[in-house]
């Protein structure tokens, strides 16, 4: 059989060519998943902040320089200007700087800081407009397994976004105030220095917490990162706005810090009044201090061992406990002296 012979003509083959070539290259398909976390990050750039802290600095002639001391992330809370942050991202700082969305440097000021829960507020100065603040979600139903994404600035790189998923819910772990930071929340979302203070977010683009620390033997990302939640965030930076500072219930003696709690051989056992003030409802419940004999050995009086039915080993025990009362509220100690123990009802009052 005769092969037959197709004459194709040089012209239509580069025409082909051509045509094939300069096509427009097919795009993959997003899937659903995907289309989320893009659209996330679109709306939330524009409320994420790169917070400078800038310390002093001593040479050996006790001039003073200003320095960069440090830096983190932030996201802008309201539309007057205010940015939530990380308590140590500002820690030890004379000037701050906020670095917006559309790269626009600024002075801040801050206005208010609560150690113990590692939150900070700060101002931006200038023009507030085009602040985008972020929608503020709830921690309370969150779901191990469900999605998160954070947004900051690791290592300096701006507006790095990562995604994950929650790990872990309830976690403890101490803060740089040296209280245990509870109800923090466990993600596997790439957490590095630098990330402090941004936020984390859920699958509709709402604030769920924010990004404090990580767990890690080199520095980096290990898949432990720990968030402060928004619920915990909702209470303190209202207070931070209004006072400053957060107003908390205390007891009307003076406490023992746990670092001095070993010399006393109490470690773990209870947290020892230091002074009771003369004239005070705690005088008058003989609560006592520790005392000083005329050689200069110290020795110990009360040591509270639990509040109402909750034990207290630590103070960060009674921190914890003091939590869930209320200025004025009047709770039952339980003391011990002299390896004897008993019981008073003390109101609380405002903490210093």
């Not at 709306?43 to 002093?56: A, P």
């Not at 309370?140 to 995604?163: C, M, R, S, W, Y």
């Not at 220095?193 to 290990?222: A, F, K, Q, R, Y």
Request: hydrophobic content about 40%; overall charge positive.
């Amino acid at each position: 059989m005769a092969l037959k012979h197709y004459h194709i003509r040089p012209a239509i083959i580069a025409v082909s060519l051509a045509a094939f070539f300069c096509a427009a290259p097919l795009r993959a398909q997003l899937i659903e998943d995907e289309k989320n976390t893009i659209d996330i990050v679109k709306r939330l750039n524009k409320s994420v902040v790169f917070v400078t802290n800038i310390g002093l600095v001593r040479d050996w002639y006790f001039n003073e320089s200003k320095v960069p001391k440090g830096s983190g992330s932030g996201f802008i809370w309201d539309d007057q200007g205010r940015i939530v942050t990380n308590f140590h991202v500002i820690q030890d700082g004379v000037e701050f700087s906020v670095t917006l969305p559309n790269r626009e440097q600024r002075p801040a000021k801050v206005v208010g800081k609560d150690e113990k829960k590692d939150i900070a507020v700060l101002q931006v100065q200038g023009d507030l407009k085009g602040l985008s603040p972020v929608k503020v979600g709830t921690s309370k139903d969150l779901e191990v397994g469900q999605k998160v994404i954070a947004i900051g600035n690791p290592f300096g790189f701006d507006h790095t976004v990562t995604t994950g998923i929650v790990s872990a819910l309830g976690r403890q772990m101490l803060g740089v105030g040296d209280v245990t930071i509870r109800d923090m929340i466990q993600t596997d979302a790439s957490i590095n220095p630098g990330n402090s203070g941004g936020p984390l977010l859920n699958s509709s683009g709402e604030l769920i917490g924010m990004n404090t620390m990580i767990v890690s033997p080199s520095g980096t990302s290990s898949g432990l990162g720990f968030a402060v939640p928004v619920d915990t965030i909702k209470k303190i930076v209202p207070e931070l706005i209004r006072f400053g500072k957060v107003i908390r219930p205390g007891l009307p003696v003076t406490l023992l810090p746990d670092q001095y709690a070993r010399r006393f051989g109490i470690e773990d056992k209870g947290v020892a009044i230091v002074e009771v003030q003369a004239g005070s409802e705690a005088a008058r419940q003989d609560l006592r201090g520790i005392n000083q004999d005329r050689r200069g050995y110290l020795y110990l009086g009360d040591v509270i061992t639990a509040i109402d039915q909750t034990p207290v080993k630590s103070y960060d025990d009674l921190y914890t406990a003091l939590e869930n009362y209320k200025i004025g509220d009047i709770v039952t100690l339980t003391v011990n002296r002299d390896g004897k123990a008993r019981r008073i009802r003390i109101s609380l009052v405002k903490s210093d």
